[in-house]
């Protein structure tokens, strides 16, 4: 079948890039977008619903999840979930959930709803210009 396949083919490039990712000692992302629908009848998003092959999330060494919230009334507008952790000896078992707000004219992330921060370099740009009279451009 084509979706046999598709996901043998899907199955053979994750194992390609965790052998890349070993050889080279380097963190490869990817970003899978989850199915149509959560597979349990819930908005809370997990590995399971990663869309494709199931090697996709089993072959991975962490899984960050991004989403709306899944509570009703929350005081934030966007949650970050580690689903899937390798790195810190639990077996790959996540659990960790991180409470955030979206600005959609920056398209920022930030744990507060002030977005008051930026760049170092901004400030010395606007500090290396305040010299002139006239910009000369």
Aim: no cysteine; net charge negative; hydrophobic share 35%.
């Amino acid at each position: 079948s084509e979706d046999g396949d598709l996901n043998k083919l899907q199955s053979a490039f994750m194992k390609q890039l965790k052998f890349i990712a070993k050889m080279y000692d380097v963190i490869i992302l990817l970003v899978a977008h989850p199915k149509k629908a959560p597979t349990r009848g819930t908005l809370d998003i997990s590995k399971e619903d990663i869309a494709g092959s199931s090697n996709i999330g089993n072959l991975s060494d962490t899984i960050i999840s991004y989403s709306r919230p899944t509570s009703e009334g929350a005081d934030y507008q966007r949650e970050i979930k580690i689903l899937k952790n390798r790195w810190n000896n639990d077996n790959g078992v996540g659990g960790v959930t991180i409470n955030t707000y979206f600005n959609g004219s920056s398209k920022r992330i930030a744990e507060s709803k002030t977005f008051e921060f930026g760049f170092e370099w901004e400030q010395e740009f606007r500090e290396s210009i305040e010299d002139y009279d006239e910009i000369p451009f």
